[in-house]
């Protein structure tokens, strides 16, 4: 699945318990269709106890949020929208704004 959302982009979450926050995207799934928010969609884990983690017990973790539950923050026009696909005139792959028409440059 070809994902249009990129690892460090801004994405409001529009469905669930952190409805309308923000955050930056920490990993993306394509395979899935997820993407993984930092500090976002935190869930409880019960652990058994590991080399890594001795004692056991719960952490908490980021699960991954589905594509279409986020929608991307423009960082010109400040506003949650869609991202379009075009070809630029080198023949690279370019994000723009549905709203504002601007090209998302990469970070």
């Not at 983690?53 to 010109?76: L, Y």
């Amino acid at each position: 699945m070809k994902m249009k959302l990129k690892k460090n982009d801004k994405v409001t979450i529009l469905l669930g318990k952190d409805k309308n926050k923000t955050g930056e995207v920490s990993r993306v799934l394509p395979e899935s269709g997820k993407v993984v928010v930092n500090g976002l969609n935190i869930v409880k884990k019960a652990t058994k106890p590991s080399k890594k983690n001795p004692g056991g017990g719960i952490i908490e973790i980021a699960k991954p949020i589905d594509v279409s539950n986020v929608a991307f923050i423009c960082p010109s026009c400040g506003k949650a929208t869609r991202l379009g696909v075009t070809l630029s005139k080198s023949g690279q792959r370019e994000r723009f704004c549905k709203k504002c028409k601007t090209a998302v440059k990469e970070q």
